[in-house]
């Protein structure tokens, strides 16, 4: 069974730094995409990076210069280097896997923005 374990979230002052890591386990085949989304009490959850081997980075506009998605392939671990935090940056975020067509979740960790 696939499983992806967050690590990184907390409490940080505007203009703060966090670092997200995502591990996972259990899968016996290749990983094509990794990402992470966040959602935002009351509203849908969206994308903020995507890391491809086929079209390598995305990342959504609100976060594009102060956020970077990475990836240890070795390790099918993926972080999310964020920085120069803001308060609408406060939401669960969640990691994603798309393994040959079947997305799979962790369980989310919150980041909150607030001084």
């Known amino acids: 069974q696939v499983q992806l374990v967050e690590s990184g979230g907390g409490l940080v002052q505007p203009g703060g730094s966090l670092r997200l890591s995502c591990a996972t386990s259990?899968?016996?085949?290749?990983?094509?995409?990794m990402g992470w989304f966040r959602q935002a009490l009351g509203s849908a959850r969206e994308l903020v990076a995507i890391?491809?081997?086929?079209?390598?980075?995305n990342y959504a506009d609100s976060v594009k210069g102060r956020f970077t998605i990475s990836r240890d392939y070795a390790k099918n671990t993926v972080f999310l280097q964020m920085n120069s935090l803001k308060p609408e940056d406060t939401a669960v975020y969640y990691c994603y896997i798309l393994a040959q067509g079947t997305p799979y979740w962790g369980q989310g960790t919150q980041v909150t923005v607030s001084s």
């Open positions: 890391i491809d081997g086929d079209i390598g980075t």
């Open positions: 259990g899968s016996s085949f290749d990983i094509n995409t």
